[in-house]
Structure formats: structure tokens, C-alpha cells
């Protein structure tokens, strides 16, 4: 089993509607969660990092994190043409020294 | 406050040639990560240098690949001797080694004619 799966999509959806992006992991010892944002043709960008369970909101975007089931959720309120992009969930290694990514949701929001 | 800058955005190189990638990190940054992006692969971690010091790489391929990170400068990743399969997004990324947020810059795109 892979450390962090993601499910590549794509995934289509109408202006305003609400997104849910997820990804699994393997090891109940992460305790650092993060979802980037990559546009094509660009670097990535940190979007939410949360710690531990629970959920975490900034704007349109909140993250959930259920240790229970080894789940990670971004959800996206409202979605905007400009929410286009590729999402990208990543859990550091044991070590500490790298960020694992999950291989990214490529997301279209039609206007 | 400039983010990663990478050089060049894009390097096109025969086979059998060398790559050299270079990578400035955010101003005050002692971390750099070097990651590679494969079309259907996702984001792969190939090493992680702080000022002088290889601190993990165990992501990099065993030949023709390696990553400095001088006292003064920027942050190289050397391929040697180049094959088509090097072709690929490489992103460097950098942090100040209390969290996890890491700054990417807009990547090289490397291709092996």
C-alpha cells in the first residue's frame, strides 16, 4: 500500500458548487497534514496545514483530518473558475525530511 | 521578499549531456528540497540539503545525479550524462526548518532530445 493515495480525477464541476478532495495514508503516526495547490505550469503553493484531528477553515477552503480512518478531506465552498488547478495532499516522511504527495486531483470549475 | 527563484525555466539537453539546475531559496531560508514531477507520477522527493550538508538523500538516483548546497550561492542539482527518462518538472523548494510550509519555486522543465 502506497503511503498517500489520491484519487487523480479529473473532477468537473459548475461554478458555486461545493468540492470535496481526499486522499488515505497508511502510517497512524503522521501528524502533519497538508494540501497544496499547483496551476499548471507552476510550482506548488501551501494552501492549509493542519495538526492532529479536526477540522481547519480559511475562507472557502476547509480541511478535515479523521486520524480514525486515516482519511484527509480538503473542501472548497463556492468554487470559482479560479479554483482550477490541481490539488495535492502531503504528509511528512517519518524522518521529517520530505513531504510524501499524494499524485493531485485536477479540478475544473466551469463558469 | 522574492520567492524560490530556479534557473533556467527551461533547459532543453542532448543525450549524453549534463544538466545543471540551480535554485536561490526565499531570503533567510536554510532548508531546500529538490523534487521531480512525472506526468502520471506526482511529486517525488530527491534530496533535502541544508548550507553545505546533505541531510537526506534518499530519493536521488544512485548515478549521474547530485545536489550541492554551498556556503554562498545557490542550491545545484547536477545531472550527469543525461537520458530521454530525465525529461521532467524539477521544483526546488525551501524552508526555514520550524514547519512543514514549504515555499516551491516555478521549476525547470528539463528535456532530453
Known amino acids: 500500500q502506497k503511503e498517500v493515495e489520491q484519487d487523480p480525477g479529473p473532477l468537473s464541476v459548475p461554478e458555486g458548487a461545493i468540492v470535496s478532495l481526499n486522499c488515505t495514508y497508511s502510517?497512524?503516526?503522521?501528524?502533519?497534514f497538508m494540501w497544496y495547490r499547483q496551476y499548471s505550469r507552476k510550482g506548488p503553493e501551501l494552501l492549509m496545514y493542519?495538526?492532529?484531528?479536526g477540522n481547519k477553515e480559511d475562507g472557502r477552503f476547509t480541511a478535515q483530518v479523521d486520524k480514525s480512518s486515516k482519511y484527509i478531506s480538503l473542501f472548497i465552498r463556492d468554487s470559482q473558475p479560479s479554483d482550477s488547478a490541481t490539488y495535492l495532499c502531503?504528509?511528512?516522511?517519518?524522518?521529517?525530511?520530505?513531504?510524501?504527495f499524494g499524485k493531485g486531483t485536477t479540478l475544473s470549475v466551469s463558469s | 521578499n522574492a520567492g524560490v527563484m530556479q534557473n533556467p525555466r527551461h533547459l532543453v539537453r542532448r543525450r549524453g549531456q549534463e544538466a545543471r539546475l540551480r535554485c536561490s531559496p526565499v531570503?533567510?531560508?536554510?532548508?531546500v528540497y529538490w523534487y521531480r514531477q512525472l506526468p502520471e507520477e506526482g511529486l517525488k522527493f530527491m534530496v533535502y540539503l541544508q548550507k553545505e550538508n546533505i541531510i537526506d538523500e534518499s530519493g536521488m538516483p544512485k548515478e549521474r545525479f547530485s545536489a550541492e548546497f554551498p556556503k554562498e550561492g545557490p542550491s545545484i542539482l547536477r545531472i550527469q550524462q543525461v537520458v530521454r527518462g530525465d525529461s521532467a518538472a524539477y521544483f526546488c523548494?525551501?524552508?526555514?526548518?520550524?514547519?512543514?510550509?514549504?515555499?516551491f519555486g516555478s521549476g525547470t522543465r528539463l528535456t532530453v532530445v
Open positions: 502510517n497512524s503516526a503522521f501528524q502533519y
Open positions: 502531503a504528509i511528512p516522511n517519518q524522518a521529517g525530511t520530505a513531504l510524501i
Open positions: 523548494a525551501s524552508s526555514s526548518g520550524t514547519d512543514y510550509g514549504y515555499t
Open positions: 531570503k533567510g531560508h536554510s532548508h
Open positions: 493542519t495538526y492532529s484531528s
